[in-house]
């Protein structure tokens, strides 16, 4: 039985169906995150600003990028990028809709990376299942009793108040981590992840330059750190 158990076969599937378990926790948490912040997703003229001027992008052949106006705020990546999906992959031109369904997305994506980072740190020593639950409970848990957490998790979950570059140095925290612990899956694959590394880089400074603040300055900083 401990053989069977053992069986590499049996490994990846074990390993997958706790990956689509976890992915339905995010999914639900998103949802309910979003469902208990309905209230305070702002819906005014500047979260719809950025939607607007990309539904003009999209809905006129004449409008090119460079007759946009656009604020600083809204990242090219991932703001902008989600926006744009939005409208052009599922059709939304309702911007209600397009703002929900944003701030869905924003959620998923905030959950899946505080995960990730907790199990690439802790190097899989907690269960993903049991942190997905603990994350996305914990996260519910002060929306449900801090009505300061529901302030700014609700301005992070719009396009205008720097959510994108919050999402970007996550993301970017994953790559460097995964690189510092030599992930096994990805130790083969060393330039490629610096490659990756560096155009995450790229483009989070092109369209957020706070990213540099957020990511670049603290990275450099431990490391210099830990060469002392």
Do not use: W
Request: with cysteine; hydrophobic share 55%.
């Amino acid at each position: 039985m401990i053989n069977l158990i053992n069986h590499p076969s049996i490994k990846i599937n074990y390993v997958l169906l706790k990956i689509i378990i976890s992915s339905f926790i995010c999914l639900i948490s998103s949802y309910l995150i979003c469902l208990n912040l309905k209230s305070n997703i702002y819906f005014h003229t500047d979260s719809f600003a950025p939607i607007e001027q990309v539904l003009l992008f999209v809905n006129f052949d004449s409008i090119g990028l460079g007759d946009l106006r656009l604020a600083r705020i809204p990242s090219l990546l991932p703001d902008l990028s989600i926006v744009f999906l939005i409208v052009k992959v599922l059709g939304q031109q309702d911007l209600f809709v397009i703002l929900s369904i944003y701030a869905f997305i924003t959620a998923l994506l905030y959950l899946v990376g505080t995960i990730l980072i907790t199990v690439i740190f802790f190097k899989s020593k907690y269960d993903l299942i049991n942190l997905s639950l603990i994350i996305s409970l914990f996260n519910l848990f002060l929306i449900k009793i801090s009505p300061f957490y529901r302030e700014v998790f609700g301005h992070f979950l719009t396009p205008v108040h720097q959510g994108g570059n919050i999402i970007m140095t996550i993301i970017f925290n994953i790559l460097i981590l995964i690189n510092e612990y030599k992930i096994t899956h990805f130790s083969q694959y060393k330039k490629l992840l610096y490659s990756f590394i560096i155009l995450i880089a790229l483009f989070a400074i092109i369209s957020n330059k706070l990213f540099i603040f957020t990511a670049i300055l603290p990275f450099l900083f431990i490391k210099i750190f830990y060469r002392l």
